[in-house]
């Protein structure tokens, strides 16, 4: 008998960059640019207007999968922007994402506030079934926290940077 276990994990912050509004926005809705960028080290594939991330392995107590996701970008207005999941049929899991960009303007500056929403159903072959369940469930959700906030560093990090880089190099 197969076992599966539902983890979810959220992170938040934010960052204020020495900008204005309008540069901002005009990159944010460059995503072709941004969401390779923003997501390296991670493999990132354009495929019918969705971006397909290649995440880090997840792993514990003995058991690896190596999750995909599909992320759509949408601009609900020129201050917020929000990246959803696209389901993908993979044997194994099932991953789900729900993230966001609010741009506050404030002087001289804006701050951007994030948040990322990272879940997955995981199908566990059976010997794990044998574990006690809390254990096992300490252990994955463990993985998923660290794997989606190592990603949520790495994207806003990334993100600064390359924004930071294209407008000092178009001044």
């Known amino acids: 008998m197969s076992t599966s276990l539902s983890l979810k994990d959220s992170q938040r912050g934010d960052v204020r960059l020495q900008t204005d509004l309008p540069p901002l926005v005009s990159y944010l809705r460059k995503p072709d640019h941004w969401i390779p960028v923003g997501f390296r080290p991670l493999k990132v594939e354009v495929a019918a207007g969705a971006y397909r991330l290649q995440l880090p392995e997840l792993g514990a107590l003995g058991f690896r999968v190596a999750p995909r996701m599909a992320l759509r970008v949408v601009e609900e207005d020129e201050r917020l922007y929000r990246l959803y999941s696209v389901p993908l049929p993979e044997p194994g899991y099932e991953a789900d994402f729900a993230g966001l960009f609010r741009l506050d303007p404030a002087a001289d500056s804006v701050v951007v506030f994030w948040e990322a ?7 566990l072959p059976g010997f794990l079934g044998m574990l006690p369940q809390p254990v096992v469930q300490s252990a994955a959700q463990a993985a998923v ?3 989606n906030a190592g990603i949520c560093q790495s994207l806003v990090g990334n993100l600064c940077r390359d924004y930071r880089a294209r407008m000092t190099g178009s001044r």
């Open 145 to 147: 926290s660290t794997m």
């Open 117 to 123: 929403n990272f879940g997955i159903r995981i199908a």
